[in-house]
């Protein structure tokens, strides 16, 4: 689908795209979704004071999201070979601000070292290198990670099955948003995206090897309460915005 098209196609969306053009353009494709529910006690802490715990019927959810990045690139700049395709693993929670629910990361990993120092220097988000995998044989598809300064672990066996086109509230609820949340220089700022709606796909997770923690939250070898697979989506992204001061600065963005 061109830009064009996608630009076009909004009538998904919470709330109205930047008036500004987009900077950036990215792929976040075959993406495996786990995702947990947790205590807003644990997870309250981890995030900044300058937004709120988004929570679905009185529940908090944190969510692990491994997919490959593909054709990164800046708007009026080709993909660069060996930096615009990489693995990556991004720990999340829910949180909102004016009526803008986004996500916010406690953890973000990819596959290529200069790949996480671009990403990190530009970005600011929280960027470590990780020993990533991923592959498949026949039906069976395997995604691994290993993260040794960290002592985090994901080594997973999954199968996918077919389109699941009975979304329940919870499921556009985890994965429809558009816009991602960071804290730095003691301001709050905002990332928008845009999309179409993810294409969401059964997935049976058949071995689930996981070791994660980011202050009192500890996944360690708990099967999910819900997953999900899509084949991925065609992103958008405008350079992020102060919403806790007035600086606007630029940025690029790194998965949701």
Same mark, same amino acid.
């Given at each position: 689908?061109?830009?064009?098209?996608?630009?076009?196609?909004?009538?998904?969306?919470?709330?109205?795209?930047?008036?500004?053009?987009?900077?950036?353009?990215?792929?976040?494709?075959?993406?495996?979704?786990?995702?947990?529910?947790?205590?807003?006690?644990?997870? @309250?802490?981890?995030?900044?004071?300058? !937004?709120?715990?988004? =929570?679905?019927?009185?529940?908090?959810?944190?969510?692990?999201?491994?997919?490959?990045?593909? #054709?990164? @690139?800046?708007? $009026?700049?080709?993909?660069?070979?060996?930096? %615009?395709?990489?693995?990556?693993?991004?720990?999340?929670?829910? *949180?909102?601000?004016?009526? =803008?629910?986004?996500?916010?990361?406690?953890?973000?990993?990819?596959? #290529?070292?200069?790949?996480?120092?671009?990403?990190?220097?530009?970005? /600011?988000?929280?960027?470590?290198?990780?020993?990533?995998?991923?592959?498949?044989?026949?039906?069976? %598809?395997?995604?691994?990670?290993?993260?040794?300064?960290?002592?985090? *672990?994901?080594?997973?066996?999954?199968? *996918? /099955?077919?389109?699941?086109?009975?979304?329940?509230?919870?499921?556009?609820?985890? !994965?429809?948003? $558009?816009?991602?949340?960071?804290? @730095?220089?003691?301001?709050?700022? @905002?990332?928008?995206?845009?999309?179409?709606?993810?294409?969401?796909? =059964?997935?049976? +997770? #058949?071995?689930?090897?996981?070791? $994660?923690?980011?202050?009192?939250? +500890?996944?360690?070898?708990?099967?999910?309460?819900? %997953?999900?697979?899509?084949?991925? *989506? =065609? +992103?958008?992204?405008?350079?992020?915005?102060? +919403?806790?001061?007035?600086?606007?600065?630029?940025?690029?963005?790194?998965?949701?």
């Amino acid at each position: 689908m061109r830009i064009n098209q996608i630009l076009q196609n909004v009538a998904h969306r919470p709330w109205e795209m930047p008036h500004k053009p987009w900077r950036f353009y990215q792929e976040w494709n075959n993406a495996v979704f786990l995702h947990w529910k947790v205590s807003p006690e644990i997870i @309250r802490p981890l995030i900044p004071a300058t !937004v709120n715990l988004d =929570k679905f019927q009185g529940e908090a959810w944190v969510s692990l999201v491994a997919f490959t990045m593909e #054709k990164l @690139r800046v708007s $009026y700049l080709p993909a660069v070979p060996g930096i %615009s395709n990489f693995h990556e693993i991004n720990l999340r929670t829910y *949180v909102t601000r004016d009526n =803008k629910p986004g996500v916010y990361f406690l953890s973000i990993e990819a596959q #290529k070292l200069l790949a996480v120092l671009i990403a990190k220097n530009i970005s /600011g988000l929280p960027y470590r290198k990780a020993l990533i995998k991923r592959g498949n044989k026949g039906k069976v %598809s395997t995604y691994s990670s290993v993260n040794a300064g960290k002592g985090f *672990v994901l080594d997973s066996v999954y199968e *996918v /099955g077919g389109q699941d086109n009975g979304r329940t509230s919870l499921d556009k609820w985890l !994965v429809e948003r $558009y816009c991602l949340y960071l804290d @730095r220089y003691e301001r709050l700022f @905002r990332y928008d995206i845009h999309h179409l709606q993810w294409e969401i796909r =059964k997935i049976d +997770v #058949k071995h689930l090897n996981l070791q $994660y923690k980011a202050g009192g939250l +500890v996944i360690k070898e708990k099967q999910p309460d819900l %997953s999900h697979f899509s084949p991925g *989506v =065609k +992103v958008l992204a405008w350079p992020r915005i102060s +919403v806790s001061g007035y600086v606007q600065s630029p940025g690029i963005l790194l998965p949701h």
